[in-house]
């Protein structure tokens, strides 16, 4: 069964560090999402991504973010110079279609610790 | 603008125990509804979901959920938990017009033998 998948499971950085997120969607899906996890709270979404473009983003998606999809499988969560707060589960998603007909499909995660 | 309340963090049942997961979502417009469960070191794999079709949804490993606008609930439901289904389970609501999911915080259900 399509599935999927996130590198590196766990990242530690020290804090200003950048660091990158990666991800490998679904092949046939055409939307991806990052979502995030702080410890104890709930998940937040952070971004969608369409036709190469940003298409909704949250409030939490400020300037320290980007995302990419470098190539035709990878997409990418980019966090330019980390912060204590940053530290959280990040979650990649892709669906078919923008549509929540069409459920999203999550990733296993990445745990960021920032030091 | 959506939300989603999952009333208790935790939830402990006896194993052949019923299993009863409460989600109460609020939108302004007709929502969508997702239960997915999270296994440790897993991802969120989606247990049923709701598209305005039948309000009484059925999913997978036995689990079902009835939406209910009058209360604007979307519980989950197990009739006979398995020491397999210890997990964190977390509502979501989506909407169209937004590509985003808005999620609950999440129910650790514990299985006891």
Known sequence: EPEVTQTPSHQVTQMGQEVILRCVPISNHLYFYWYRQILGQ?????????????????EIFDDQFSVERPD????????????????????????????PYNEQFFGPGTRLTVL | AQSVTQLGSHV?????ALVLLR??????????????????????QLLLKYTSAATLVKGINGFEAEFKKSETSFHLTKPSAHMSDAAEYFCAVGTSGTYKYIFGTGTRLKVLA
């Open chain 2, 23 to 44: 989600c109460n979502y609020s939108s302004s417009v007709p929502p969508y509804l997702f239960w997915y469960v999270q296994y440790p070191n897993q991802g969120l």
């Open chain 1, 72 to 99: 035709g499988s990878n997409f990418t969560l980019k966090i330019r110079s980390t912060k204590l707060e940053d530290s959280a589960m990040y979650f990649c998603a892709s669906s078919a279609s923008g549509s």
């Open chain 1, 42 to 58: 709930k998940v937040e979404f952070l971004v969608s991504f369409y036709n190469n473009e940003i298409s909704e983003k949250s």
């Open chain 2, 12 to 16: 402990s049942v006896s194993e052949g």
